[in-house]
């Protein structure tokens, strides 16, 4: 099956230093996932951070960037600059097409990322 | 009002006892979902709802069962609940193909 693999926590990053969580994943099911970063925030549900459809293509928001790369499968997540508000568990997916049009989405297993003021 | 609601947010129950967990969204979405997430573990889709056809993973099917008395609400029910089913589970909607999964707060369930 589908599956995603990504950057071990908890992971503790200064103030405006830069980040980066590895994410790759293995679709076995569909040649071309979809692949999303989401992000639970404390006291909060999970809720969609990027999302990326295409190939080559970049997807980015709240100043985090990502690039789905085919030829190594993967996704990492980047940020050049982080704040204290990102302080987070941040969970790489991939999603397939299910009968009805709708999305199956396979997470990784989350990585907690701490930033230090 | 993206908001997707889950009841209980906590929940102990008995080993053999039945549980039932609710979740409801306002934003007519035709798809809803649930997942399973333990710690350290990724959240695992148990089973998803598209208008009233129900899909369950092949995987769990017997351990889950759910219903969906009309479009807003959707539960999880655990006929009789083990140790094992101690978790988080997320309830999470969509519509249209293709469109973002909206997720509620999780409800935790301890089985003692």
């Known amino acids: 099956g589908d599956s995603v693999t990504q950057t071990e926590g908890p992971v503790t990053v200064s103030e405006s230093e830069s980040l980066i969580i590895n994410c790759t994943y293995s679709a076995t099911s569909i040649a071309y996932p979809n692949l999303f970063w989401y992000v639970r925030y404390p006291g909060e549900g999970l809720q969609l951070l990027l999302k990326v459809i295409t190939a080559g293509q970049k997807g980015s928001s709240r100043g985090f960037e990502a690039t789905y790369n085919k030829e190594t499968t993967s996704f990492h997540l980047q940020k050049a600059s982080v704040q204290e508000s990102d302080s987070a568990v941040y969970y790489c997916a991939l999603g397939e097409t299910a009968n009805y049009g709708n999305e199956k989405i396979t997470f990784g297993a989350g990585t907690k990322l701490t930033i230090k003021p | 009002d993206t908001t997707v609601k889950q009841n209980p947010r906590y929940k102990l129950a008995r080993v053999g006892k039945p549980v039932n967990l609710i979740c409801s969204q306002t934003m007519n979405h035709d798809t809803m979902y649930w997942y399973q997430k333990k710690p350290n573990q990724a959240p695992k889709l148990l089973l998803f709802y598209y208008d009233k056809i129900l899909n369950r993973e092949a995987d769990t099917f017997e351990k889950f069962q759910s219903s969906r008395p009309n479009n807003s609400f959707c539960s999880l029910y655990i006929g009789s609940a083990g140790l094992e089913y101690s978790a988080m589970y997320l309830c999470?909607?969509?519509?249209?193909?293709?469109?973002?999964?909206?997720f509620g707060p999780g409800t935790r369930l301890l089985v003692l």
């Open positions: 999470a909607s969509s519509s249209g193909t293709g469109d973002t999964q909206y």
